[in-house]
């Protein structure tokens, strides 16, 4: 059964080698082989089309390729960061701390930054004046190294991926403030687990089995990070076992164990939150068709009250 991630292999996708690795597939009569990604777009094609039956994505992105490809046979079917890495990273030494600290100051933003996309409702929700930040359109691979130089004074990125590619690039840790979009006022999902509906019909069993083994896999990386990397590092051998397992902790404290996850269960969403993350993403994208959650997010694979983190 094959797996489309989002991204490569580093840290947060440990949890699924330790899934192989300790049985838990097997257990499910699964026998899963997972494929890296190249963003967090990547995967919903591949599942909508069939070439795969399970991948990991972004919700906000598959929201909008449903509302693009009405009927398409694709769904998510188990959220796995209920807040999603969408963040502001700036240097607390260049006076970033809070959002209100962007005005009159320059934001370093690649254009097709899944953050940067998320930004408008960021800046809508903190009452930013757009006219007063100066926003400096970066590459990728320029964006932290133009932070750690003081050539902008903040960027957007992925929490995880900024903040440790600035502890690299030698920015000490407690200069590199995190601004979380989830933490103000951003009420939007991230990556779920999607399903090709056409599969998921033909083969129940088979995905609410596959669901139950990443949540184990889930349970044990955070009960031990550093066993988990052991995982990725066999299929990774060139990754940096510390700085992956760092990765995977932050992805862990930031995105996967919230206050909701903590009291609801990993899995399911909060139909409240979702009808006004909704809301929020008409603000800067039109639908063609009225949004409805139904749409995007089933919750028939799921144990009643998702599943125990611990």
């Known amino acids: 059964m094959p797996f489309a991630l989002d991204w490569k292999f580093e840290g947060p996708a440990a949890p699924y080698f330790v899934a192989i690795d300790?049985?838990?597939?097997?257990?499910?009569?699964?026998?899963?082989?997972?494929?890296?990604?190249q963003g967090s777009l990547d995967a919903i094609p591949k599942?909508?089309?069939?070439?795969?039956?399970?991948?990991?994505?972004?919700?906000?992105?598959?929201?909008?390729f449903l509302d693009q490809n009405p009927g398409a046979p694709v769904t998510a079917v188990m959220m796995v960061y209920?807040?999603?890495?969408?963040?502001?990273?700036?240097?607390?030494?260049?006076?970033?701390?809070a959002p209100e600290d962007l005005e009159s100051r320059v934001l370093g933003a690649p254009p097709p930054d899944g953050a940067w996309a998320q930004f408008p409702i960021f800046a809508a929700e903190n009452d930013l004046d757009m006219e007063a930040i100066t926003v400096e359109p970066v590459g990728f691979p320029t964006r932290e190294p133009m932070l750690a130089e003081g050539e902008v004074?903040?960027?957007?990125?992925?929490?995880?991926?900024?903040?440790?590619?600035?502890?690299?690039?030698?920015?000490?840790?407690?200069?590199?403030?995190?601004?979380?979009?989830?933490?103000?006022?951003?009420?939007l999902y991230g990556n779920a687990v999607i399903v090709n509906t056409d599969f998921a019909?033909?083969?129940?069993?088979?995905?609410s089995g596959f669901l139950s083994a990443v949540a184990q896999?889930?349970?044990?990386?955070?009960?031990?990070?550093?066993?988990?990397?052991?995982?990725?590092?066999?299929r990774n051998p060139a990754a940096d076992a510390a700085l992956e397992e760092r990765r995977l902790e932050l992805a862990i404290e930031a995105n996967v164990v919230t206050d909701w996850t903590t009291a609801n269960g990993m899995g399911p969403i909060d139909p409240d939150r979702m009808?006004?993350?909704l809301e929020q993403?008409?603000?800067?994208?039109?639908?063609?068709?009225?949004?409805?959650?139904?749409?995007?997010?089933?919750?028939?694979?799921?144990?009643?009250?998702?599943f125990p983190l611990e």
Request: glycine share 10%; aromatic share 10%.
């Open 22 to 37: 300790e049985g838990y597939f097997a257990d499910a009569g699964l026998s899963v082989e997972i494929t890296a990604g």
């Open 47 to 64: 599942v909508a089309t069939g070439a795969f039956p399970v991948g990991f994505a972004d919700i906000n992105s598959l929201i909008k």
């Open 82 to 97: 209920d807040k999603p890495p969408f963040a502001v990273v700036g240097r607390k030494s260049q006076g970033v701390e």
């Open 153 to 187: 004074d903040a960027v957007t990125g992925f929490s995880f991926s900024s903040y440790l590619n600035l502890v690299r690039l030698g920015v000490p840790e407690d200069d590199i403030s995190t601004i979380l979009m989830a933490d103000h006022g951003v009420a």
């Open 201 to 207: 019909e033909a083969n129940p069993e088979a995905v």
């Open 217 to 234: 896999g889930w349970t044990d990386a955070i009960a031990d990070p550093e066993a988990a990397i052991e995982s990725l590092v066999e």
């Open 275 to 277: 009808a006004e993350a």
């Open 281 to 306: 993403i008409q603000l800067t994208y039109e639908f063609e068709t009225p949004p409805e959650a139904g749409l995007y997010f089933t919750d028939a694979y799921l144990p009643e009250g998702g």
